[in-house]
């Protein structure tokens, strides 16, 4: 059984950065796929960035792309997503999520996703 904790949460102005991290206590082996999504009231959950356990491979949504990076510790367990030039579009609620295989297959789909977090939010103003 995989259990994420997300953190890292928080209010900031438009502009601003701050970083999210997922520690995932229990087994996540090498080769496995971690992810950022995000859901907004009243939006569908959108998936962000996403990295392969103990890889370089990584995958961001459009909408983020040169903002936001996605990075881990894997002595850790630990995924980490650094967001920097946050708008207001980006405020939300963050979930971690994993599964036990790459990330080559839908990388952003919720529905691909095995294990999730309880969410941490995150709102710019």
């Known amino acids: 059984h995989v259990q994420l904790v997300e953190s890292g949460g928080g209010s900031v102005q438009a502009g601003g950065s701050l970083r999210l991290s997922c520690a995932a206590g229990?087994?996540?082996?090498?080769?496995?796929?971690m992810a950022w999504f995000r859901q907004a009231p009243g939006k569908e959950r959108e998936g962000v960035a996403v990295i392969v356990t103990g890889g370089d491979s990584t995958w961001y949504a459009d909408s983020v792309k040169g903002r936001f990076t996605i990075s881990q510790d894997i002595t850790k367990n630990t995924v980490y997503l650094q967001m920097n030039g946050l708008e207001p579009e980006d405020s939300a609620l963050y979930y971690c999520a994993a599964r036990r295989r790459g990330c080559a297959f839908e990388p952003g789909s919720a529905g691909a996703y095995n294990y999730w977090g309880q969410g941490t939010q995150v709102t710019v103003s």
């Open positions: 229990g087994f996540i082996n090498r080769g496995n796929c």
